[in-house]
């Protein structure tokens, strides 16, 4: 197949790479040619070049924010049976842009980040795949994770935004509530230093990647369950009651098993 990949960050090479290693025919195209160097990949001056290649498949890896507009110039040079496939960890405006064109589409989230994320060995690593997808694309990726070992999860748009809200939102809101209150890093304590490392993991991701996440239609309703938990928690203490506090324990101790 031939598959051109528009978007050569950490998760857009990987792809690349993967599907090269598949035997497809690969094309990959950055704005930043720096990233496009050492893939050993055919790369596109242009998206205009697009024309001449003919993609069977699109695999759009650019940014959240301009993942739309991506699609939108590259479309005049697509043929009418290219399919078109994202990857963005929120789907936000996605389904009305789909509905309004005439190319098929596949949408997937791979969860994890190949920055951090032992790539050779990806068993304990997560994908999502899109059950509104077209069905052959669907099965493409569907067949495309298995072989890397990954555990699949399929979910409508919808369903994947409000998980995205619920497995994202609430784990980064903590975490950056942590790193606000930071003033001196050099304290003693292993609880605390492991905390420090998933915040300084989570600082080094992309800004706009971030804030996509917290900006997230239903993001908001998990900060606020965020805020009311503090509430209750500030109230326990308030009261210095330890028949309350064991409660409140316990209700954790279950909320957190398998």
């Not at 939108?72 to 697509?78: R, V």
């Not at 694309?137 to 990954?150: D, M, P, S, V, W």
């Not at 997230?216 to 928690?233: A, D, H, P, V, W």
Request: charged content about 20%; overall charge negative.
């Amino acid at each position: 197949m031939r598959i051109a990949v528009i978007g050569t960050g950490h998760m857009g090479a990987w792809f690349a790479r993967e599907f090269a290693r598949d035997r497809h025919e690969v094309a990959v195209f950055d704005r930043n040619p720096e990233t496009t160097h050492n893939l050993g990949l055919r790369v596109l001056q242009s998206l205009a070049e697009l024309e001449d290649l003919a993609p069977e498949m699109l695999l759009n890896a650019v940014s959240i924010r301009q993942t739309t507009a991506a699609f939108q110039e590259c479309l005049p040079y697509l043929p009418n049976n290219c399919v078109l496939v994202d990857v963005t960890s929120v789907k936000g405006e996605l389904p009305t842009f789909y509905q309004q064109i005439t190319f098929r589409y596949a949408s997937i989230h791979p969860m994890f980040g190949p920055t951090f994320a032992n790539v050779n060995n990806l068993k304990e690593e997560n994908a999502i795949l899109i059950n509104e997808s077209d069905p052959e694309a669907y099965t493409f990726f569907e067949e495309f994770f298995r072989q890397r070992k990954l555990n699949l999860f399929t979910f409508s748009f919808k369903e994947h935004d409000e998980m995205i809200a619920y497995s994202l939102t609430i784990p980064f809101a903590s975490t950056l509530v942590f790193a606000a209150c930071m003033k001196n890093t050099a304290v003693p304590g292993t609880t605390f230093k492991r905390h420090l490392t998933i915040a300084r993991g989570l600082l080094s991701e992309d800004d706009h990647l971030l804030a996509e996440i917290l900006f997230n239609t239903y993001s908001l309703k998990q900060i606020e369950n965020i805020t009311g938990r503090l509430e209750f928690l500030k109230h326990v203490i308030r009261g210095r009651d330890y028949d309350e506090a064991q409660r409140f324990f316990e209700t954790l101790r279950d909320n957190i098993m398998p």
